[in-house]
């Protein structure tokens, strides 16, 4: 079964860190571009950040740059985002998901996605 889990997802206070993890199963994780996505409820799905296959290439949300970092350890299959200097406005469903070709903070381009897992920032 081909599927993406997230985790590392919790209830933080404002300033405080995150770090999630996106672990691959069924797949190689080296052949794909990540990206990771957040939702807050009675939003869209917005882009946060990606990493391309090797990691040459990483693009980051304006609202995140400078505050999350995300990384990819293909020898354990997992992709991680770093997330320092939490906010309020952080708090939403964050999914992790795979495209066949380029990082891009596109919804479009991704077409495996993980389950989420939530992260709740308080003031």
């Known amino acids: 079964q081909l599927q993406l889990v997230e985790s590392g997802g919790g209830l933080v206070q404002s300033g405080g860190s995150l770090r999630l993890s996106c672990a691959a199963s069924?797949?190689?994780?080296?052949?794909?571009?990540i990206g990771w996505f957040r939702q807050a409820p009675g939003k869209e799905r917005e882009g946060v950040s990606c990493i391309s296959r090797r990691g040459g290439t990483i693009n980051y949300a304006d609202s995140v740059k400078g505050r999350f970092t995300i990384s990819r350890d293909n020898a354990k299959n997992t992709v991680y985002l770093q997330m320092n200097s939490l906010k309020p406005e952080d708090t939403a469903i964050y999914y992790c998901?795979?495209?066949?070709?380029?990082?891009?903070?596109?919804?479009?381009?991704?077409?495996?996605w993980g389950q989420g897992t939530q992260v709740t920032v308080s003031s």
């Open positions: 069924g797949f190689t994780l080296d052949y794909y571009a």
């Open positions: 998901a795979s495209a066949p070709r380029r990082c891009v903070l596109s919804v479009a381009e991704y077409d495996k």
